[in-house]
């Protein structure tokens, strides 16, 4: 999003200020900001100043759809614009995306017993052993959020979500997943009156895996895949 041809870029932006004109637009700021597509500031008695995004800047058939969103003085753009709008903030997103850190992958199909097994063995050997299963994962028109894992207390039981079961997967994730339930299994087997899932005593466990920020990291960096998994 950011190789535009500056010369290119001022003479667009001027040929669109002349447009917007009639509209009471008095100057215009293109940017590469990556929130902030297109925002307008001041009031038609005193003109308004346009800041815009380079990545709309160069579609002039959104153009049009810009004079008349900022003449019709409407809080939603219209559609064409909307989807211009969408187009240029998910690109700009991808530009920006930081990597996550190479983690080893699972490279073939997931034990989870056997990796819960050696989770607990590590870090809760004085705990019993709770059940652990396979979720449903839910249709990808419905995917907006994803929980990878939860546990139930009674039976005590770790719900993984399918998704993980992926070799691009990475191995710590998993483990820092299960390491998570077992901090809520913990709990369940000590219970305290009135503590909620996330206290101070869950966070105090949970701080102890030293892959913790690695693992973290590795799914901010991946979540979008997830989401896109069919």
Sequence with gaps: MNGEDPAVLHRLGEELLALLRPAAVTSLRITHNQRLIIGLRGSPRTGLRLG??????????????????????????????????????AANKEHHKEPGPDLEPLAGSVDLSGMLAQVQHTWFPHLSTPAIAWGRSAPRRQRRH??????????????VNPLINQPWVARRFVEYLLFHELCHHAQACRPLVGETAHSARFQAWERRYPHRAAALAWEKANLDRFLAAR
């Design 146 to 159: 994803i929980r990878f894992a939860c546990y139930r207390r009674s039976p005590p039981a770790i719900i």
């Design 52 to 89: 815009i995004h380079a990545g709309l800047v160069v579609q002039r058939q959104v153009w049009p759809a810009i004079a008349a969103w900022i003449s019709g003085r409407e809080r939603r753009p219209p559609p064409l614009l909307q989807q211009a709008i969408d187009a240029v903030f």
